[in-house]
Structures are given as C-alpha cells and as structure tokens.
C-alpha cells in the first residue's frame, strides 16, 4: 500500500496539508533559508502555503526562526517573493519543454485552433499580452468543449519552451503532461493571487 503523504502546517495560515502540496523551504550550511520547490534538499524542510500572503506572513512573523529552532537567515519579503516567483516560472518552463519534446503541444494560432476543434486540447495557456479579440475567440471554444486555460508569461517568452519564437497560444493534449502541466501553472497562478490580495 501506498504511505500517505505526511501532512505539516504552513508557518503563514498555520493550516495543516499534505506536504505535497505545500512549499517546502530549508537551512543552508550557512543558515539562509532557501526555497526547494522540487522537495529534494537535504535536511529539515519548514512549508507554507504556495500564497504570497502566506509566506510574507511566516518571514514577518518570523516564523522560520521558530521552526528551526534557531537563527534562520532570511531575504527581505520581496526579494524571497521574487525568488519563488522566478523558481515556479522556470518548473512551468521546464515542465512545458518535456511536453514538447513528448510531441503533446502545439503552439500558434491555426494549430490551437484546429486542435481544439479536434477536442485533441486538455490545458490552454494564453500569453499574458494576447489581444483581447485573440483570447475571446480561444476562450469562447475553450469553455464550450471544458478545456481549463492559464495565462502565462508574454508573448516574446511563450515560445521560447518549445524553441520558438513569438507565440501567443499553446495548447497541450489530454495526458500525463498536461496533468503536471496543470500543477505546476496551478500553483503559479495561487502564488500570484495571495499577493494581489
Ligand atoms: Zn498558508
């Protein structure tokens, strides 16, 4: 039988949740608390939430300090909110690349399009600066047909996962891909949101 992930609190809303769904934070030999999104660092991990509010929470409150019991380094607020921010960027990125290189993603407009009219689409990701006619005409087949989109980076960086250039669509087939796919953009977007609040 399969262990069930052990569950822990976030040092920011104190809930309590499966470790698999929190983020995972740890001590360097020198004592700086640092982020392990990919839950492999060695030693002790401390979590909280994947939310701003959550994390800006725990590092006001000092919280780290508590849960390793001692003196925890950590950056200024922001400046570990842009890194964690950067960090998930880069596991959607590489989560996206290994979906192309599996041949589960199409990207540009004709090829989403006719995808989706294929229902052949799970997840969409639209470009953060896709024009607002562009994204209604998307949207429009994507809510009629259930498929989820996400928006994610802009248009000059979308394509650079797959090795192109310029793109303001992407779609990725129905499968193990666009499940973690999903997970990954998941927790980009929650991340964002707790520090719009
Ligand atoms: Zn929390």
Same mark, same amino acid.
């Given at each position: 039988?399969?262990?069930?992930?052990?569950?822990?609190?976030?040092?920011?809303?104190?809930?309590?949740?499966?470790? =698999?769904? /929190?983020?995972?934070?740890? /001590?360097?030999?020198?004592?700086?608390?640092?982020?392990?999104?990919?839950?492999? /660092?060695?030693?002790? =991990?401390?979590?909280?939430?994947?939310?701003?509010?959550?994390?800006?929470?725990?590092?006001?409150?000092?919280?780290?300090?508590?849960?390793?019991?001692?003196?925890?380094?950590?950056?200024?607020?922001?400046?570990?909110?842009?890194?964690?921010?950067?960090?998930?960027?880069?596991?959607?990125?590489?989560?996206?690349?290994?979906?192309?290189?599996?041949?589960?993603?199409?990207?540009?407009?004709?090829?989403?399009?006719?995808?989706?009219?294929?229902?052949?689409?799970?997840?969409?990701?639209?470009?953060?600066?896709?024009?607002?006619?562009?994204?209604?005409?998307?949207?429009?087949?994507? =809510?009629?047909?259930?498929?989820?989109?996400?928006?994610?980076?802009?248009?000059?960086?979308?394509?650079?996962?797959?090795?192109?250039?310029?793109?303001?669509?992407?779609?990725?087939?129905?499968?193990?891909?666009?499940?973690?796919?999903?997970?990954? /953009?998941?927790?980009?977007?929650?991340?964002?949101?707790?520090?719009?609040?």
């Amino acid at each position: 039988m399969a262990k069930a992930d052990p569950q822990r609190s976030c040092l920011g809303c104190r809930e309590v949740k499966p470790k =698999g769904e /929190l983020l995972r934070f740890v /001590l360097d030999p020198a004592g700086n608390v640092v982020p392990d999104l990919a839950k492999k /660092l060695p030693g002790r =991990g401390a979590y909280t939430c994947y939310r701003h509010s959550c994390l800006e929470t725990a590092l006001k409150k000092r919280q780290f300090s508590r849960s390793f019991k001692g003196e925890a380094k950590t950056p200024r607020v922001d400046e570990m909110l842009e890194l964690v921010t950067g960090l998930q960027e880069e596991r959607v990125v590489a989560t996206m690349a290994l979906a192309n290189k599996a041949g589960r993603v199409v990207s540009g407009s004709d090829k989403v399009m006719d995808a989706l009219r294929k229902g052949n689409v799970a997840l969409l990701i639209l470009a953060e600066d896709i024009s607002d006619e562009s994204a209604a005409k998307f949207l429009a087949i994507a =809510g009629k047909t259930g498929v989820e989109s996400y928006r994610f980076l802009f248009k000059e960086r979308l394509g650079s996962p797959l090795g192109k250039d310029i793109r303001s669509v992407v779609a990725v087939e129905p499968g193990p891909f666009a499940d973690s796919l999903r997970r990954e /953009l998941t927790r980009y977007g929650n991340f964002f949101e707790g520090g719009a609040e």
